[in-house]
């Protein structure tokens, strides 16, 4: 257990060497002690989504706020369906259950990104005179479809599940044609997000979506700040790759409905290798525009990850009030 001391320069310095550090510091913005734990598989705790999801829905939405979302611009999203992709294993957590249904802050973390997109968001483009996402589609395991099956009650007709397939890209089809079915033409735009991002921010969201209707695709990311080196058998360096050039990239990722079919065919019919969504785009050689994203939109992967993601959700709560 490693727990911060008050002096924020001394926490940074001590984690200077981490890979994680810009992720710590992001959520230090001011004086404050907490812990991060790093705990065992046997400790994660489970909760059942439905209840936790109705006590999470007596929280006041703007507690939840990013400090930068009041400063999002107007972007109408009437036409933008949104994927959630929640059919991943989470074999590197080392839990008993895939990540996206362990516990965050008292609800599964798939919830978070429900939330989000199904209240929140809307509730803040309302106040800005536009209209929230026309549909959402949740890409699930059939497994865990009966246990979120009151939640897609809830939402009557805007929240849907899909089935996944064998590779992303298929549990992408699968939730696309959910999608253009549900929404039929009101429905332009597909943001596809990861259920393991429960960190994504309204302005994120907003900026993307804007970049994608002025560009037809975008991304989020941000500069690369590890340096990386690129090794043809894994052993020997064979050259530094210059850090400028470099993204990592993170969800949601927004295509034009239109765009992303076409590029579906395209890697079918040659057989293509893609590893994300916008990678469809590039295939078509179509432009997609690199979105500044924060660092804080970290993917919950090993089990260190969901201790700093509640350590952002605690700041953001206090920044809050």
Known sequence: MYTMGN????????????????????????????TLSFVQPSTFVTTNPTLSFSRYSNVNNKKLLSSNDADSGEVEMADV?????????????????????????????LNHSIKLFLDILPEFLKEKGCGGPCKVVLVMDPKYQPEYQPIIDQYEGRLAFANPGVERQGSV???????????????????????????????????????????????LGVPCKATIKESEDGVLV?????????WEVHTPQVVKIETLLKGFKKVEDENLEVTDDVSIVEALGEPVKLTRGEYTNLKITTPEDMDVADAILTEREAGSN
Do not use: W
């Open 81 to 109: 369906g949104f994927l959630i992709l929640a059919g991943g294993t989470g074999s590197r957590m080392k839990a008993n259950m895939p990540k996206q249904f362990l516990t965050l802050r008292g609800i599964p973390v």
């Open 7 to 34: 002096n924020k320069q001394e926490r940074i310095k001590k984690y200077r060497h981490v890979n994680l550090v810009y992720l710590i510091t992001a959520v230090l913005a001011s004086n404050i002690s907490f």
């Open 173 to 219: 089809e699968n939730g696309l044609k959910k999608l253009v079915e549900l929404g039929g033409e009101d429905c332009q735009f597909v943001a596809v997000h990861d259920s393991a991002r429960p960190l994504v921010t309204i302005k994120e969201v907003c900026d993307v979506v804007r970049d994608a209707k002025e560009y037809g695709a975008s991304v």
């Open 238 to 246: 064979q050259r530094t790759i210059p850090r400028s050039r470099l």
